[in-house]
Nanobody, 115 residues
Framework: QVHVVESGGGLVQPGGSLRLSCAAS????????MGWYRQAPGKQRELVAI???????NYADSVKGRFTISRDNARNTVYLQMNSLKPEDTAVYYC?????????WGQGTQVTVSS
């Protein structure tokens, strides 16, 4: 069994910062990819950022230069540092672990950017 748990969401003013964490536990194979996705009300879930097992990263154009994804392999944890937040970043943020062809999702954490 694999479990993925997000944390760190909340309410922040425009221009502010938040750091999301995603911890994976259970039967974790050595090589896996982890990514952050988000879903705003009435919209489809979209990729925010991904980091593969070798450390290569990829970002949605809308967050490039503002968000940074990183990982701690010893803790099976991935982070999303979000700076210069905008109201349009408001969404439920989900973490996904991809391992051996299977996807494992967390329950999501709400991020609200509002004054």
């Amino acid at each position: 069994q694999v479990h993925v748990v997000e944390s760190g969401g909340g309410l922040v003013q425009p221009g502010g910062s938040l750091r999301l964490s995603c911890a994976a536990s259970g039967s974790i194979f050595r090589f896996y990819d982890m990514g952050w996705y988000r879903q705003a009300p009435g919209k489809q879930r979209e990729l925010v950022a991904i980091i593969v097992s070798g450390g290569r990263t990829n970002y949605a154009d809308s967050v490039k230069g503002r968000f940074t994804i990183s990982r701690d392999n010893a803790r099976n944890t991935v982070y999303l540092q979000m700076n210069s937040l905008k109201p349009e970043d408001t969404a439920v943020y989900y973490c996904k672990l991809r391992m051996l062809g299977s996807d494992y999702w967390g329950q999501g954490t709400q991020v609200t950017v509002s004054s």
